[in-house]
């Protein structure tokens, strides 16, 4: 096999590396190690925060920096420290946030900061993404959530609601104070100013000296766009979104279900 020395494989958690279990699959831990031994670097780049990203950080004993908040921070696990973080402006987060809680009464909210995940409003949908992501959060009323560092804000409705919300979302003109982005069916992000996973990946490149490194990107949804954009190679899981498949160079054969990421993890270390 030949050396990865100068290698790094980036890929998204939920629908990529995790299936419907949120368990990482052996097959995938064993390629990783493989992966590893002959040289490669391996990170994530997820939408999750740092306490829901942290037993898969351990799992595959993360050693070089990773993306969370869907790129608003890159966090380096061997520290314990944010490298660098991203956050939406104080005031404006506040009242967009107050009036989306305000028109939909069954739209929950999270609000991310480096410090833990804040919710202001519990849902049945905002319930159940706690428990997959076992993340306590701090119940709080809006009013009584400290304002500032707000890496991202997840509202969650369901999904034949989407459509609404983003409609409405969009109808406010708030795209030059915030990006917004749909990050699975039934949630929909409100993130700083042009940050994505594929904003932090450059930003990756710089802040841990890979400017000579091949990065593979692997990803599934909307978010993940970028982020393989900007990676050297692109790859996708077969479950992934059609707007996926069309910029992925690479469309592996597998699904996040049937080792997706062993499956590219192999050609990698084969003819990639």
Known sequence: MKRLDTTLLMTDLDGTLLP??????????????????????????????????????????ADVPVILFNGAGIYDPLSGTMLDTESLPAEAAFQMTRQVLEAFPEVSAEILRADGTYVPRMTEYEREHLEICRVEPVLLPLEEIPRGEWLKVLFAIAPERMPELTAFIQG?????????????????????????????????????????????????????????????????????????????????????????????????????
Not at 22 to 28: G, N
Not at 38 to 48: D, E, L, M, S, V
Not at 233 to 249: D, F, L, R, W, Y
Request: proline share 3%.
């Open 172 to 272: 406010q003109g708030w795209q030059e104070q915030a990006d917004f982005m749909q990050s699975e069916a039934r949630f929909y992000e409100m993130l700083p100013k042009g940050v994505t996973k594929g904003s932090a990946l450059r930003k990756y490149r710089r802040l841990c000296h890979m400017e000579e490194f091949r990065i593979v990107a692997a990803g599934d949804f909307d978010n993940d766009l970028e982020m393989l954009c900007v990676a050297d190679i692109g790859a996708c899981p077969s479950n992934a979104q059609p707007c996926v498949k069309e910029v992925a160079n690479i469309q592996l054969t597998q699904s996040c279900e049937t080792h997706a990421i062993a499956e590219l993890i192999a050609r990698i270390m084969t003819d990639l």
């Open 20 to 61: 419907s279990t949120k368990e990482i699959l052996p097959e995938e831990l064993e390629a990783i190690r493989q992966f590893r031994q002959q040289g490669g670097k391996f990170a994530i780049a997820t939408g999750r925060t740092l306490q829901a990203a942290q037993r898969y950080l351990d799992r595959v004993q």
